[in-house]
Every structure is written in C-alpha cells, then in structure tokens.
C-alpha cells in the first residue's frame, strides 16, 4: 500500500497563521470595545430606569431581606401607560474571534515555524491546525 505525504511550505503556513491571528486579535479588540459601550450603556440604562420609576410609581410595600446590610426590597404599583424602557442588547462574539487558548497555541505553533530551517513542513503536523490555514 502506497503512502502518501503531503508537505506545506513553512513561510506559506507561517503566513496563514499570522493572518488568522490577526484576524483574531481584531475580533476579540471589536468584542472587548463592544462589551466596554455596553456596560457603560448598562450602567446608565439602570440609572434612567430608576429614576423613570421613581417618577412614575408609587411604593407599596417595603421591606427588608437578608441581602446584607442595608439593603431592602420594594414592590412599586406604577402609573397606568408606564412602559419600562428597553434594555440594551449584548454584544455578540463577532466572526472570526477565537479562544484565549487557541489564540496563544496558535501563536506558539508560529514561533516553533519561526525557528525551524525546514523550507516545509509535514500536513500531519499541521492537521490540527489546518482549520486556520
């Protein structure tokens, strides 16, 4: 039975790696942005919506829990035509972003590439990567 070995070139794989690792390191940047603009949104969504209520309702029972200190909860009875406002939307994870761990195992793959004198390398030894390539 006939083998098959199927060599790349290591600057070719090199190069895809590096491509893939920068679109990466793009997404998770656009993530962590969108995330950011989020939790400030968040933030200030829980703010107006507080103040909306205490404009617009009118306590009816309070009392206090076992959350810890100084804190109680309160049951509104709101306003006929109150609407809460709509919250904001999650980011999703944009096309392209990887693990933290797959992002630093890909990068150590490059820098083993990096320092062989090898002008190719073997697919089998690529296998696990070939989906970035």
Avoid at 19 to 38: D, I, M, P, S
Avoid at 63 to 92: C, H, I, K
Wanted: proline share 5%; aromatic share 6%.
């Amino acid at each position: 039975m006939a083998s098959l070995s199927i060599k790349i070139s290591t600057q070719k794989a090199i190069e895809s790696l590096e491509a893939r690792v920068k679109v990466a390191e793009n997404a998770q940047k656009e993530y962590n942005a969108a995330k950011k603009a989020y939790e400030a949104a968040t933030k200030k969504h829980k703010a107006d919506t507080l103040k909306l209520i205490l404009k617009n309702a009118t306590p009816t029972e309070i009392s206090r829990r076992w959350y810890g200190e100084g804190r109680y909860d309160v049951v509104f009875q709101v306003n006929e035509g109150f609407l809460m406002p709509e919250a904001p939307e999650s980011p999703r994870h944009p096309e392209g972003m990887l693990s933290d761990a797959t992002l630093t195992e890909l990068k150590q793959v490059i820098r083993v590439l990096k320092m062989t004198d090898e002008p190719t390398v073997n697919a089998n030894v690529m296998k696990k990567f070939a989906e970035y390539l």
